[in-house]
């Protein structure tokens, strides 16, 4: 039995030191590989001793160091001068890694104490050089003004591998410029960080005062510079001045002095400088301020003038290409004033063609009396009784003529048939004051009938005396804002003058009120003045066809 015991006891004993080994192997080996959670390192250098700022991959972000006894932490946002203890591991609340190490100077292979500094000049160009780039081959450097990377969308700025560009200097742009380079050794890449100070300042001025005294053989003449605090003269403080100058003059002494600041600030914008002048007989002052002067931009110096003569040739070309427009639409708005007084034989050259199926020319009608003129709607209320019987062309010549009372000029009527139609047109144009066009379908088809308008236009763009007026119909622009096409189609002077040509719409229906608009419309724009009577000798021959 005792032996039986001590058997078991050897058995568990030795089941256990089993259990033990492989549960620690396995625990362990899942220990091991159990993942931390935290995301790949950046890695930065700094120099001993000069100005370093953690990287912040978000706006207020925090950098902790856990390792040895005490814990530290680093806003990114912080400027510190580097030191060999601040070397570690840092991770922020986003579980990324830095590695930090703070290099000694002597360790670098060159080092220039004047590029961690450097002073730019306002309103010009500024070039800041990134420390130790001189002496290695890395790569372009990024820049960074504090925690910002410098975005050439805010402003004006050119990289030029180690240089950073300003194209112009503000006096906002005094801080901390930060440079990144990359460097690889043995594989790994590490981030070298360098800080400049840029220091902003104005150009230097100087005063210059002169003073003429009564000439004395005992120089007792001063001129000297004070600066005004908050503008009290009786709280000045000497500036730093040059020696005077003296010139002897004709029973006269000239004392120059020149006060010299080094450089302007807005301080010196706020106060007042005097001059004061003092001799043996007594003292002379004046008070002066520095006034800040815009600096010239090329930009708006060589934008504005191009803008400018940019407007202005693409006004001379749209004037080009539009000028028959615009003579057109000139002439025909201010025409009224332009009567010579010259008598003319017709008030109104009537150009038309007939219709399919109107009734040729005979002469005087009755259907419309010839009594004396009256107001505008008797005439009106008289024309609507047969307008549903007689067409346009016919209406329109025995209105003006037999109601109206004007000497109109039609080409079948008035002119002998065998004559040079084109001389006719011509001499009837010049012998008349308006010319009136019916344009239809049949007018716009018709070779004669367009030479008619054609040769009208060009009169009119000519002769200021002569009127314009078109009559539109439906199919002809009256009710359709476009052209009917013809064959051979309009030439391009008559296709641009419709357009723009004043006009009337024609209404074939006498009880609307567009046909009371259109005889009103057509009155107004009727010559004022009738043509006196002339002698047949001055008449054109005329037939009256039967």
């Known amino acids: 039995m005792k032996i039986w015991s001590r058997s078991m006891r050897a058995a568990v004993a030795l089941l256990c030191f089993v259990f033990l080994v492989v549960s620690e192997g396995c625990c362990g080996k899942n220990l091991r590989n159990k993942p931390t959670g935290l995301q790949p390192a950046w890695r930065y250098r700094a120099v001993e001793g000069e100005i370093f700022r953690m990287p912040c991959r978000e706006s207020g972000d925090s950098w902790f160091r856990t390792e040895g006894k005490e814990s530290s932490s680093i806003n990114c946002q912080t400027k510190f001068v580097a030191e060999v203890k601040h070397s570690g591991t840092y991770n922020n609340t986003s579980r990324f890694l830095l590695t930090l190490q703070v290099v000694e100077k002597s360790s670098l292979r060159c ?106 053989l005992n120089v007792s003449a001063k001129v000297e510079w004070f600066l005004n605090h908050g503008g009290n003269s009786t709280n000045s403080t000497p500036l730093p001045m040059d020696d005077p100058r003296n010139k002897l003059l004709f029973e006269k002494t000239e004392v120059t002095r020149r006060a010299r600041i080094g ?80 008598e003319k034989e017709f008030d109104v050259f009537l150009s038309h063609v007939w219709s399919p199926g109107s009734p040729t020319w005979a002469g005087g009608s009755d259907f419309i009396s010839t009594e004396a003129e009256g107001p505008v709607p008797s005439c009106l209320s008289v024309a609507e009784k047969l307008n549903a019987q007689r067409p346009g062309e016919v209406l329109l010549s025995q209105v003006l003529e037999d109601r109206w009372g004007y000497r109109v000029c039609l080409l079948e009527r008035d002119i002998l048939p065998g004559g ?50 078109l009559v539109r119909t439906r199919g002809t622009g009256g009710t359709s804002p476009s052209l009917p096409r013809t064959d051979p189609p309009l030439s391009k002077l008559l ?14 229906d006498p009880s609307s009120s567009t046909a009371d608009r259109f005889w009103t419309s057509l009155r107004k724009a009727l010559p004022d003045r009738r043509a006196a009577a002339v002698s047949s000798e001055t008449s054109f021959p005329q037939r009256r066809f039967k």
């Open 111 to 216: 080092f220039q104490p004047n590029e961690r500094s450097v002073t730019l000049r306002a309103a010009v160009r500024g070039t800041i050089t990134c420390p130790r780039l001189t002496c290695r081959n890395d790569s372009n450097a990024v820049w960074y003004k504090e925690h910002r990377r410098l975005n050439k969308t805010k402003r004006d700025f050119c990289e030029d591998g180690r240089l950073l560009q300003l194209c112009e200097v503000f006096k906002k742009d005094s801080g901390v410029f930060f440079c990144d380079r990359q460097t690889i050794e043995s594989g790994v890449t590490w981030t070298f960080r360098a800080a400049v100070k840029v220091t902003v300042v104005r150009r230097p001025h100087s005063l210059t005062c002169k003073a003429v005294f009564d000439f004395e």
């Open 263 to 342: 450089e302007v600030t807005a301080r010196h914008l706020n106060q007042a400088f005097t001059c004061v002048a003092s001799n043996a007989v007594g003292t002379s002052s004046v008070t002066m301020r520095l006034r800040a002067r815009r600096p010239v931009r090329w930009r708006s110096l060589i934008g504005c003038p191009l803008a400018c003569f940019l407007l202005a040739a693409g006004l001379g070309i749209l004037l080009r290409a539009k000028w028959l427009e615009i003579r057109l639409i000139c002439r025909s708005r201010f025409q009224r004033g332009n009567d010579t007084g010259e």
């Open 420 to 469: 040079a139609f084109t001389n006719d047109v011509v001499l009837a144009l010049k012998r008349s004051r308006m010319l009136l066009c019916v344009l239809s379908a049949d007018y716009l088809a018709d070779a004669n009938a367009v030479f008619v308008l054609e040769t009208g236009v060009k009169a009119f763009l000519q002769n200021a005396a002569l009127r314009l007026l």
């Open 495 to 508: 296709q641009r003058s419709l357009k723009v040509l004043p006009g009337l719409d024609w209404s074939s």
